[in-house]
């Protein structure tokens, strides 16, 4: 009867100790995707400021001027349309080709 209680003993002891460092390994690949998180947050916040840096007017400007020959038009090239009366904003005019 000892020898049973202290298999069972054994045993038990054995199972919490494996679930201990099995929960210890769990806490080290928590914190391991913990910090890939954050370095991947970080890396979107640094690419996000890059696009809107890179799609600003300031830098667009230079190379559609440079590689598009293209130009802000003067006021004398600018043409603005006008609506006639009884067109609508909100529902744009259909081409008699369109299915939908």
Same mark, same amino acid.
């Given at each position: 009867?000892?020898? +049973?209680? @202290?298999?069972?003993?054994?045993?038990? =002891? =054995? &199972?919490?100790?494996?679930?201990?460092?099995? &929960?210890? &390994?769990?806490? %080290?690949?928590?914190?391991?995707?913990? #910090?890939?998180?954050?370095?991947?947050?970080?890396? #979107?916040?640094? @690419?996000?400021? *890059?696009?809107?840096?890179?799609?600003?007017?300031? #830098? @667009?400007? /230079?190379? *559609?001027?440079?590689?598009?020959?293209?130009?802000? /038009? =003067?006021?004398?090239?600018? %043409?603005? +349309? =006008? #609506?006639? /009366?009884?067109?609508?904003? *909100?529902?744009?005019?259909?081409?008699?080709?369109?299915?939908?």
């Amino acid at each position: 009867m000892i020898a +049973l209680v @202290l298999v069972g003993f054994v045993v038990v =002891t =054995t &199972g919490v100790i494996a679930r201990r460092v099995y &929960g210890v &390994g769990q806490e %080290v690949r928590i914190k391991e995707l913990r #910090r890939t998180r954050d370095a991947l947050e970080t890396e #979107r916040i640094r @690419l996000e400021g *890059a696009i809107r840096d890179g799609s600003s007017r300031a #830098r @667009l400007q /230079p190379i *559609a001027e440079h590689k598009l020959n293209m130009h802000i /038009p =003067t006021n004398t090239q600018q %043409v603005f +349309l =006008t #609506r006639p /009366p009884g067109a609508s904003a *909100a529902t744009p005019p259909r081409s008699p080709h369109d299915s939908l």
